[in-house]
């Protein structure tokens, strides 16, 4: 018979072999899904977006560049990008940019009218559903600016508020 010791320590050794197998199966997933994310995003999601003007269609470019901004409109880092952006769309007027967000259609209608940039003629703002943001861009960080080139290659991701000038930078790069 084994001393409760003995047992004690062999649980203890089972729970910890578990607990490692289980970590290390949880971050080699975690690492697959963000290449998977990744590799998708190269180039131009597959993804149909609700526009505020009542069009639904997938997201495309129109032969210029294309800057997809993700939003919340409760979000002052979005409201500080977008603010940014409208100080600044006369530099953009080459570049299609499209703000897309998970709320409610009515929220991001109102973030248009807010913000500025609903009238500018070369801005659009969509809706998508929150199981789809997250299947096509995976864990999303508030605002993320992608840029893509005019055949829909990504060229830049940037996580969280990011300057006009460092937008326009990459912008410019593609254009020149």
């Known amino acids: 018979m084994m001393k409760p ?11 910890l072999c578990s607990a490692i197998g289980y970590l290390t199966f949880a971050i080699a997933a975690k690492r697959t899904r963000q290449r998977e994310v990744a590799d998708k995003m190269a180039s131009l999601p597959a993804v149909k977006l609700a526009y505020t ?21 409760g979000c002052e880092h979005c409201q500080y990008e977008a603010e940014a952006i409208r100080q600044h769309i006369t530099d953009f007027a080459s570049t299609q940019i499209v703000l897309v967000s ?8 109102q973030f248009a009218a807010v913000s500025g940039l609903g009238n500018a003629t070369n801005v659009r703002f ?11 861009f995976g864990n999303v960080s508030f605002p993320s600016v992608y ?4 055949k829909g290659k990504l060229l830049k991701h940037f996580r969280g508020e990011t300057s006009p000038q460092a937008i326009l930078k990459v912008v410019s ?3 020149s």
């Open 173 to 175: 790069a593609i254009s």
């Open 102 to 109: 998970a709320e409610e259609p009515a929220a991001a209608k």
């Open 53 to 73: 003007d009542g069009a639904v269609a997938p997201l495309a470019v129109d032969g210029k560049p294309l800057v997809l901004v993700l939003f919340n409109s």
């Open 147 to 150: 840029i893509y080139s005019a």
């Open 126 to 136: 969509a809706t998508i559903t929150h199981a789809d943001l997250t299947k096509t």
């Open 5 to 15: 010791r003995k047992i004690a320590v062999a649980v203890v050794g089972v729970l």
